[in-house]
Every structure is written in structure tokens, then in C-alpha cells.
């Protein structure tokens, strides 16, 4: 039998780390997902049930709805505004790189503060937003006030923070794209149109796809700005997965419940992510 | 009527006082009482962030001095607070001995897990200034658990009060209103969307706004439970109230109330754009700081109009406690006998950081004589008291019943009909009840 080779002690301590801070957690929260456990009474073991509520759950299944929604819009505007960006920012202007750097100035800021901030832009009465809506004659909002508005303004505080990140890695990419397909295009007479949908675009494309991947893990586990701004209300219109399974962890103390929400949400991001690495891997047509 | 209250405010705390005016922080060391005992003891104490965790930190040298016992305070914010409490304590070790809790919140929590220590033995020896009848029966109804054990000391109660904008009524000729059907019809007569002025606003935020319903809930006459002990969260009574709490806040609010909480509230009151207010009675401080009110000098503070049924003022309340798990309960009840004691009462009656459960604190010459909010106050909470009533079930799952009929509630505010909600609510609430008592 072949000895094991002694190199393996020097990945002993990372696997101990990796195996204590993730795999044990992991383990952890799906044994508990099968009790019925709120802290401060005995826990007993109820197998599956705890899925099986969720399926029936009406408010889950809204909040699992609103995360969908919120992420599809969060993912979507940034990689349109900030691929624009990028393109307008690759261009050699004047002050190019002050504009630049007041671009992404909102991406340096901590979400909180930028959620308290929005909040206070928000309100119906005293906020900055119907001000500026009245100055050119339009009625007042009630903004994230309202049922209907709410997840819309969520996205657009999202939006706002995060299409520099994206402006960022379309920009990196813009800047290591090969020349010779921009040369054959000019060579064959193709117009500055032609050249972006037909050669620019697909080129970065790996690049937009690695920017949905991480903007799609991000508003997928977008808490903060949510839960300062609007609680997931009014009622439940904002409630997301993180916000629900907030108030079963930590405001009702349903553990096994709130171990159960965990478990979907994970399943949900895997997916999700494969999904658009099964895309990227599509999109390497040019290797 | 604001004269007689007065009145008897002053006597009835005169009376209860007898003689407690000269009362200095070194009272307690005057008598027999060992206050030196437990020398030498470092104590951890859980606070919670407000103004009576300011206060208590404050002053904790004088309890230093007092006791030679070296004090490590904390405070913490209020839901953080119950979340370090909850996971602590059920770890069977903290790391606090000495505690602040929210009773509405927390007293049944605790009592099931008996995670506070019994205090009654320790009755047997304590300080004669420390007089327990001094408290006053709402404080010691909270604190008393249903099995008799007395696991916690009041600090204070927060009677739900009205507050008017003085200003705004005389505008408009309209009186301050003796019922709830005139609370409705001055709202409406207020409100003036024109001018920015809203008749009526409160708390619609999901959770935070349920207090405001169980108010007006008990005024109409109704109980949480029925004499099944079933829960009596769709009778008449529970939907005539949330259908007048609807009125109030969808027809004379203000725009998107759905998402507004006690500051919001406090914020355009402040500004002077909402003529009356419900809420707790520990906002006297900002509406009279010229610094951020409007309002200084126009605020009337008033007493909560009878129900249809009752004359009602909502009451929640804190206490602080000893923790079951703590190995110093001696030093640590020596903390919670000086933080509930009459000098730390009448101390927090002078800042108006909230209302004593002790009556001496009313009739303190020093404390009424530096008192910080307009006597009004003073008189709208002595007369609160009086009326007082827990504003909400005392239960475990309270947070889910706050949270699932705050929901009901913002419903009712988009749209939605009352009964149809109240019903929703109760038979989602009814099994998460049933659990957390089995």
C-alpha cells in the first residue's frame, strides 16, 4: 500500500479550517432543519416537515416571488447601465478620470448609511424626491411608502450602488479585448454600429456574464439596504427570503424553520448560478 | 379637568411620599443595611439604549461608591438586546448578572425558561428606604409572574398618551375630544392636506403599529382571549377598533403611513404638521427642545379619551432583573434594589426620560422643582396611570403576534377589509400560539 505522501500535512490545517467554518455550519443547519426547535424549548425531530410547511407557505412563497423579482431588476439595469457606462468611459475624453472616479463613489459607500440616507430622500412628506418631483409639476410619491412602489425603489437604490461595480469589470474587459478584430472591421468598412453590436459586444460578453454572476450573488443575499429602508413592508410587499428568514431566526427564534429557508435559499443560489456559469461557458465561442 | 388631575397627582404622590423630598443618593447607607457586603465584586450589567439605560449608566458611580462594587455596563439597542438575551440564556451561561427587560416582550419569555432569579427570599433583607409598597400595582403586576414568582424589579411604565398641537385645535375652534367618536371628528376637521397639516398620525409601520389597535382594542372592550382562553382577535370589538385605527390613519394620515414608526411620527408632529399623536409618553423631551421642535410650548399632553367601553391608556413597561445563571446574585440584586430605588426614580421623573413605578417620585420636591417637561405631562401620565392596562398579550410568541397582525393592519391600510384580515390573522396566529404554550 503507498505510503500518503507527507506534502498532505501542509493542507491539514486549511482543511480543518474549511472543514470548521463551512462544512460543519452546513451540516449543522441541516440537522436542525429537520427539528422543530424555537430557542427556549425542547427541539423535536419532525423530519421533513419543516419543507414541506414552506411549500404551503404563502408568505414564504411571496418572499421567495419578491427576491426573484428584486434580483432579475437589480441584475438587469446595472449590466445595461453600467455596460453603457464602460463603453462611454473607455472613449479618451476630457476629465475622464475625475468623472470616473465620482461614478463609483457610490459602491465605496457602506450600504447602511446609503440605506439611511435613501430613506430619509424617501419620505412622502419631508424627503428630497417629492421636492424635485414638484419642481417640475409632478404630484407627490409615497415611494417605498407604498405597496405597490416599494420593491421598484429598493431596485433603484441597488441600482444606484452597484451598476459602477459593473462599469468596472466591462471596463477591465473593454481594455484587454484584441485589436485585430476591431482592425479586420475597420479594414471591411463596417460602421462604429456594426462594430459594437457585431464585435465589441460579444467579445465582452464573458465579461458582462462574470459581472451577472457576481451582481446575481450579491442581490440574491441583499439584506441591509432592504431591512434598514423598509422592513419588508409595507405589510409584506418587500419581504424578501433574507427578511423573512431574519424574522424566523432572530425576531421569533424558529430555528429548526429558519434552518429549513436557509437550506432553499442555498439550493436557489446554486441554481441560479450554474445557470449563468452554463451561459458564460456558451459564450466563449471565440477560444 | 387637567386642574383636578393635578390635584390629585400632587396629593395622592404627597401622600405616598411622606417626607421623601430630603432623600439623597447616600440615604441608603445611612441604616443597618450592609450595602459594603459584596466589596470587591465586579458586576456585568445589560442595559438597553434609551433613557433609562443613560440615566442608570450615568449614575453608577454613586452605586460604586455605595456598594465598593466595580460596575461594567453595557447598552445595548432594543432588538439586539432581546436577541443577546434569548441566545445567552438559553446557552444556560451569560454574560451579564444583572439584566433590563421589556416586560411586554420579555416576561413570559423569561418566566418559561426561569431564566431570571426569584427575588423574593432576597426580600427578607433589604434597606427600609428601599419600601416595596412604594411601588405602584401596575409596576408590580408586570413584574410579578403568573406563579407568584417575583423575578424582576419595575423601572418604569410608558402609558400611552395623546398629544395635540394646541395651536392647531384653536385654528380651527375644535375642543379636545372626550370620546373615541370625537377623536374620529376632530381628526377630520384638522386635516387639511392643503397646508400640509395631517388631523391624525400614528405608527402604520407593520409591528410597531399594533400597539396603537390594541389600545383602541381594549377601550372597546375587548380582551385578547376569550373566557376559553381562546384567542378573541375577531370579535365586534376587535374589528370596530382597527376599523376606527383604518379611519384614522387612511383618511386624516399622512401619505404613506403604511411605513411610518414612532420617529417618523414624532417627526412631523415636531414640525408642526399633524394635530394629534398616539404614542408612548416618552416624547415630551424632543417636542419641547427648541433645538428640533416647532411645537415648543403648543403641545398639549392628554389624557386617552374613554373608549366606548372603557377608558383605557395602553400600557408596556421595563424592569431589570438578576440573572439565574449569574454566580454574584447577592451584588447583582443590590444593583437592581439601587436602580429601582426612590433617588433613581425621581431622577428619571426629572428628566422626563420616562414614568416611575414608584408614587414617591411624583411628589419629590427637587425632581418636580427640575423637572424638564411641562407639568401637563406629569399630569397626563399621573392620570395614565391610573387607567393603565398591558397593551399587549402577555405571551412568549408576541413578536409574531405583533408582526402577524401588523400585517393585518397595513393591509387594512391598502385596501383590504377588516374582518377578513382579523380573521387571517387569528387563524395564522392561533396554532404559533398553541405551540409556544404546550
Sequence with gaps: MRKPSPYLWFIAPAVIVILAVIVFPWAFTLWMSLFEWRIGSKATFVGLTNYTDLIGNRRFLESVAHTLIFTAAAVAAPLVLGTAAALVFHQKFFARGLLRAAFVLPMMATPVAIALVWTMMFHPQQGVLNYLLSLVGIGPSEWVYSPRLAIACLVMVDVWQWTPLVMLIVLGGLASLPTESFEAAHMEGASRWQTLRHVTLPLLMPFVLVAAVVRMIDALKTFDTIYVITQGGPGTASETINIYLYLQAFSFFQIGKASAVVVVFFVLVIALSWLLFWLRERSKYYE | ?438
Aim: a positive charge; proline letters at 5%.
Design chain 2, 1 to 438: 379637568m387637567t386642574n383636578k388631575i393635578h390635584r390629585r397627582t400632587v396629593i395622592q404622590a404627597a401622600a405616598a411620599a411622606g417626607g421623601m423630598a430630603a432623600l439623597t443618593p447616600w440615604s441608603f447607607a445611612q441604616g443597618a443595611f450592609d450595602w459594603k457586603r459584596f466589596a470587591g465584586t465586579s458586576l456585568e450589567v445589560h442595559l438597553v439604549k434609551g433613557p433609562r439605560g443613560e440615566l442608570l449608566q450615568k449614575n453608577q458611580k454613586e452605586f460604586e461608591d455605595l456598594t465598593g462594587i466595580k460596575v461594567g455596563a453595557e447598552q445595548i439597542p432594543e432588538q439586539q438586546s432581546r436577541q443577546k438575551a434569548v441566545i445567552e440564556f438559553n446557552s444556560g451561561k451569560t454574560s451579564f448578572d444583572v439584566i433590563q427587560l421589556s416586560y411586554h416582550v420579555q416576561k413570559r419569555q423569561f418566566a418559561k425558561g426561569r431564566w431570571l432569579e426569584d427575588l423574593r427570599p432576597m426580600f427578607a433583607n433589604v434597606p427600609a428606604e428601599f419600601d416595596r409598597t412604594d411601588f405602584t400595582a401596575g409596576g408590580m403586576f408586570y413584574a410579578t409572574q403568573a406563579d407568584g414568582r417575583i423575578d424582576s424589579l419595575p423601572l418604569n411604565l410608558d402609558p400611552w398618551i395623546l398629544y395635540w398641537n394646541k395651536e392647531l385645535f384653536a385654528a380651527k375652534g375644535v375642543a379636545y375630544p372626550k370620546s373615541y367618536a370625537e377623536i374620529v371628528e376632530a381628526a377630520k376637521k384638522l386635516h387639511d392636506p392643503a397646508n400640509g397639516i395631517v388631523g391624525f398620525v400614528g405608527r402604520g409601520l407593520k409591528n410597531a403599529n399594533v400597539p396603537l389597535w390594541t389600545g383602541l382594542f381594549l377601550g372597546f372592550g375587548g380582551q385578547f382571549f376569550d373566557a376559553a382562553g381562546k384567542l378573541a382577535t375577531e370579535t365586534p370589538e376587535a374589528i370596530a377598533s382597527a376599523s376606527m385605527y383604518r379611519d384614522l390613519l387612511k383618511n386624516t394620515g399622512p401619505a404613506g403611513v403604511a411605513g411610518y414608526n414612532w420617529n417618523e411620527s414624532q417627526s412631523l408632529f415636531l414640525q408642526g404638521k399633524a394635530a394629534m399623536w398616539i404614542d408612548g409618553s416618552g416624547f415630551a423631551p424632543p417636542l419641547e427642545d427648541p433645538t428640533k421642535s416647532r411645537v415648543v410650548g403648543k403641545v398639549g399632553y392628554g389624557v386617552m379619551p374613554p373608549g366606548p367601553k372603557l377608558q383605557v391608556s395602553a400600557t408596556f413597561g421595563d424592569g431589570i432583573g438578576v440573572s439565574a445563571f449569574s454566580t454574584k446574585k447577592g451584588a447583582a440584586f443590590l444593583y437592581t434594589m439601587w436602580a429601582t430605588g426612590k433617588v433613581m426614580q425621581a431622577r428619571m421623573l426629572a428628566s422626563g426620560g420616562g414614568a416611575p413605578v414608584r408614587l414617591s417620585a411624583y411628589s419629590d420636591k427637587e425632581a418636580l422643582a427640575n423637572l424638564k417637561v411641562p407639568v401637563d405631562w406629569l399630569k397626563a401620565v399621573g392620570e395614565s396611570m391610573r387607567i393603565a392596562r398591558p397593551g399587549l398579550p402577555v405571551i412568549e410568541p408576541v413578536t409574531e403576534f405583533r408582526d402577524t397582525f401588523g400585517i393585518a393592519l397595513n393591509n387594512m391600510l391598502s385596501g383590504a377589509d377588516v374582518a377578513a384580515e382579523l380573521k387571517k390573522a387569528t387563524a395564522e396566529f392561533a396554532p404559533v400560539l398553541a405551540k409556544s404554550e404546550s
